[in-house]
């Protein structure tokens, strides 16, 4: 026995941005691109394009690019009651299927017969052989994160592997920071953009919670000369000023002063500086937890779920949830 669905109201700016994408559809483009500012709810728009699609028996199929957020789009799909294969390794699909089953209440929304689905990017491309017929078959795709999204990479790989499919991207950031383009015209896949409102005007209408920027005095001392081809600072570098410089004891210190009690996400330079900063934070009875892209699946799945319900108050990341993090 399936729960109870959760119905969810757009509000009229999320709606307008649905019906932006129906027009621009309709008027023949093919890969639409929707900006929303973060927190502004991407995956709430996106998600209800997919309900639609799945009452009009549409083949369609959601692709996100870590487990995370392949798991984490299975979860607002199956929020809809839509029921929905997974594209990713069996063992990822396993957690995902536990993690359906915990939340609603012993039922999984996974079904490998589903018309819709929700993959990995990589393993829709490794797998892009055996998925040829199938993928020809889909009639709509969706990208979330799509500022990833260029011609000749391997999101403008999958894009155009669905060669049958309207297209629809989400982000809260279209503009790269290397400088290419991701619009059709340019270096990316997409015909048409509609932005939807920033985030003051979220804030303004009541939709996003105010913020208080901090920033403490640090000795951490970083050049122009260290920036990289993708125009952010090197790895290489930031851990090694990480190091010379204080910057873990001033991050815990003003966490106490500034936030002590409060959920905090942190994000450091290196998995050293990352598991410096959580043992850090544990010597002072603050419960945290450090996780990379090293750290096994299901722990990182396990350290998430007790960040959520509370029982961890810190968690220190190195590029996990910079993008695309759900946190309610």
């Known amino acids: 026995m399936s729960h109870v669905i959760q119905q969810k109201i757009l509000r009229p700016d999320q709606l307008n941005l ?32 997919v309900l639609d699609g799945h009452n009009q028996n549409l083949k369609q199929v959601v692709i996100a690019h870590r487990t995370e957020l392949v798991a984490q789009m299975s979860m607002h799909i199956a929020e809809r009651g839509i029921k929905h294969r997974i594209i990713a390794p069996k063992k990822v699909i396993r ?21 819709c689905a929700v993959g990995g990017v990589d393993t829709i491309k490794a797998r892009a052989k055996e998925l040829k017929a199938w993928a020809e078959q889909q009639h709509r795709w969706f990208i ?13 790989f999958v894009s155009k592997f669905f060669k049958n499919a309207f297209g629809l991207g989400v982000t809260a ?25 920033g985030m003051r005007e979220l804030i303004d209408a009541g939709s ?20 990289g081809a993708t125009g952010d600072f090197t790895q290489k570098k930031m851990k090694e000023e990480s190091q010379r410089s204080k910057i873990v004891g001033n991050v815990v210190q003003n966490y106490i002063m500034k936030a002590l ?6 994000f450091a330079t290196d998995v050293d500086t990352s598991i410096e900063m959580a043992r850090d934070f544990n010597s002072y009875g603050i419960m945290a937890a450090s996780i990379d892209a090293n750290t096994p699946t299901e722990v990182r799945n396990d350290y998430i779920e007790r960040f ?21």
């Open 95 to 115: 957690q995902i299927t536990n993690m359906h089953r915990k939340k609603f209440g012993g039922f999984s929304y996974i079904s490998p017969e589903a018309n």
């Open 308 to 328: 959520k319900d509370g029982r961890l108050t810190v968690l220190v990341n190195v590029d996990l949830f910079g993008e695309g993090f759900d946190v309610p």
């Open 208 to 227: 996003l919670c105010d913020y208080e920027i901090y920033i403490p005095e640090s000795d951490y001392q970083i050049d122009d000369d260290a920036l």
């Open 144 to 156: 979330d994160e799509a500022h990833h999204v260029l011609e000749k990479n391997k999101w403008g």
């Open 18 to 49: 649905k019906l932006g994408a129906y027009q621009a559809w309709n008027s023949g483009l093919r890969n639409v691109l929707i900006q929303l500012a973060t927190g502004g709810g991407k995956s709430v728009v996106m998600s209800d394009i």
């Open 173 to 197: 950031t279209p503009e790269r920071a290397d400088g290419c383009g991701i619009g059709s015209h340019a270096d990316g896949v997409f015909d048409y953009m509609i932005c939807g409102p």
């Open 261 to 266: 009690g409060k959920k905090a996400i942190v």
